[in-house]
């Protein structure tokens, strides 16, 4: 299942400021059983937002991991909180099927 929320950096607080704590917390939260990635991905021509997907076993695994976050991640997400706009946007179920490429990975 796919986590997905827009992020938009307040004046004078970059994407990229952001995206440095978001590896930080991304690194700590995969370490949760079920985790399965994030992406971070920047809106084009606006320079100030993000699309945020973090990809997850099972929505179960997710909310678990939710409330067994370490204080570490807590405390990253607390100190990013008055810097960036968080809009959740929704939770996804992996897709029953892709088209992709034949020369995809």
Known sequence: MHYLFEVTAQPGYTIEQYAEAWV?????IQQAPGAQGTRLHRKIGDE???LA???WESKA???ASAEALPESV???????APFVE???I???EAPEWEVLPPDWR
Do not use: Y
């Open 24 to 28: 930080r917390a991304s690194e700590l």
């Open 48 to 50: 100030r937002s993000a």
């Open 53 to 55: 997907i973090a990809t």
């Open 61 to 63: 695994a997710r909310d």
């Open 74 to 80: 807590q405390a990253i997400i607390q100190a990013e």
């Open 86 to 88: 968080i809009h959740f």
């Open 90 to 92: 929704g939770e996804f």
